[in-house]
Nanobody, 120 residues
Framework: EVQLVYSGGGLVQPGGSLSLSCAAS????????MSWVRQAPGKGPEWVSG????????NHADSVKGRFTIFRDNAKNTLYLQMNSLKPEDTAVYFC?????????????WGQGTQVTVSS
């Protein structure tokens, strides 16, 4: 059974930073491209960042480029998203996904995600 356990969400002021993590089990993590997808209230899912299975290639949406960094630790079966210079428009539920190495690639999200709220 695929399980992804999230941590690191919360409330942060504009300009602040948060680090998200997603610990995976139930599948061969190191064999899969992974990504982060977010969904803001009343909006559809938005692809945020993707990474190759070996971590050597990353891609980010224009809306987060230069502010967010995706990385992974295959020894720990964990995916990360470092978010800096956060803006109110980054407020959303963030999901870990298999696939989605680049925008437009197929992906599948898992679990309930983690809430990120950027507000003063």
């Amino acid at each position: 059974e695929v399980q992804l356990v999230y941590s690191g969400g919360g409330l942060v002021q504009p300009g602040g930073s948060l680090s998200l993590s997603c610990a995976a089990s139930g599948f061969t993590f190191r064999s899969h491209d992974m990504s982060w997808v977010r969904q803001a209230p009343g909006k559809g899912p938005e692809w945020v960042s993707g990474i190759s299975s070996d971590g050597g290639s990353t891609n980010h949406a224009d809306s987060v480029k230069g502010r967010f960094t995706i990385f992974r630790d295959n020894a720990k079966n964990t995916l990360y998203l470092q978010m800096n210079s956060l803006k109110p428009e980054d407020t959303a539920v963030y999901f870990c996904a298999t696939g989605g190495r680049w925008i437009g690639a197929d992906y599948r999200t898992w679990g309930q995600g983690t809430q990120v709220t950027v507000s003063s």
